[in-house]
């Protein structure tokens, strides 16, 4: 599972101005939430995360009224599978992009609280920039903190009562399983049906968003997907077809892309007719009409009728 793929739920989820702030409310320290007027946030799509830094952080940065003073939050999460040693000079660089940008507007420089939301195997180890710094000499190092929200701190069921959105749950849930998700999905029904309870009445991109979500986490395998999502919310069966032809549509360009690269665009254009000839039937068998098929899958209508036949 490429960065990438966890990149499209969490900035698409947390881009969702009612997400981020319940993810926020969960994770920032009381004495900080006390001064935040979340009625003021605003969401700043600018990408401060450099190349060097891009590999291995992703960034969602927000600006919120605090007391009477205007800051900005980043929101920083890390994919590694082992804490980053370097965090403080990394996110230090990550100041330093912001208020570059600030100034280059000609904008009055604000404070910058980074968050780290991390959701690897091992421990995340908290150390300081600088060691055995003497107090004459403080004055003159950039000494500043970091908070932490580490997925392995928070127990599932406790997930719930820390986050009020149902999707915030699903997505920190998600993130916290996301070494063996299908497996853990797949061997405890009950406790996951019990995170994912309010699925089906999320809207539709953010429903859209899970559903691609663990397809790619099933290892984009059709049949294990429909176990998956049959565990998840058996409610929502009705609803997978609608939403398969918008995730296949989007591994199929996703599949191009990486098809012209590799040389194997034949081969890749012949998996695609192969999945949606494989929706379509699906669909014959629910009573769907050719034109319903025809709309999800773009086969044409004469296509359609001869795998009736």
């Known amino acids: 599972m490429s960065n990438k793929k966890h990149d499209f739920l969490f900035k698409g989820l947390f881009s969702v101005k009612k997400h981020l702030q319940d993810l926020i409310l969960g994770t920032l320290p009381r004495d900080v939430l006390e001064k935040v007027h979340l009625d003021t946030l605003e969401y700043d799509p600018t990408e401060y995360v450099d190349r060097e830094m891009g590999a291995r952080f992703r960034d969602i940065c927000f600006n919120v009224l605090y007391g009477n003073d205007r800051i900005k939050i980043a929101l920083i999460y890390e994919h590694k599978s082992y804490p980053e040693k370097r965090v403080y000079l990394q996110l230090l660089q990550y100041i330093l992009n912001v208020w570059e940008k600030q100034a280059d507007d000609g904008l009055e420089l604000t404070p910058v609280i980074c968050v780290v939301f991390y959701h690897g195997k091992q421990r995340w180890v908290h150390t300081e920039l600088l060691k055995n710094v003497s107090r004459e000499l403080r004055r003159y190092a950039p000494m500043f903190d970091y908070i932490l929200f580490d997925t392995r701190d928070i127990e599932d069921h406790a997930i719930k009562h820390q986050f009020n959105e149902p999707s ?42 899970f559903v691609l979500y663990l397809f790619y986490m099933s290892g984009e395998d059709p049949d294990l997907f429909d176990k998956v999502m049959k565990t998840v919310s058996p409610e929502s069966v009705d609803i997978l077809e609608v939403y398969r032809a918008r995730f296949i549509e989007e591994g199929i360009k996703q599949g191009i892309e990486q098809g012209i690269e590799q040389g194997i665009e034949q081969g890749i254009e012949q998996g695609i007719e192969q999945g949606l000839v494989k929706i379509a039937r699906n669909m014959i068998s629910k009573g769907y009409s050719d034109e319903q098929i025809m709309e999800i899958t773009n086969l044409s209508i004469k296509r359609i009728q001869s795998l009736r036949d």
Do not use: A, S
């Open 168 to 209: 915030v749950r699903i997505g920190v849930f998600c993130f916290k399983h996301h070494d063996d998700l299908i497996g853990f999905i797949l061997e405890n029904p009950e406790q996951v049906r019990e995170i994912f309870m309010e699925f089906e009445q999320q809207e539709e991109t953010t429903i859209y968003r």
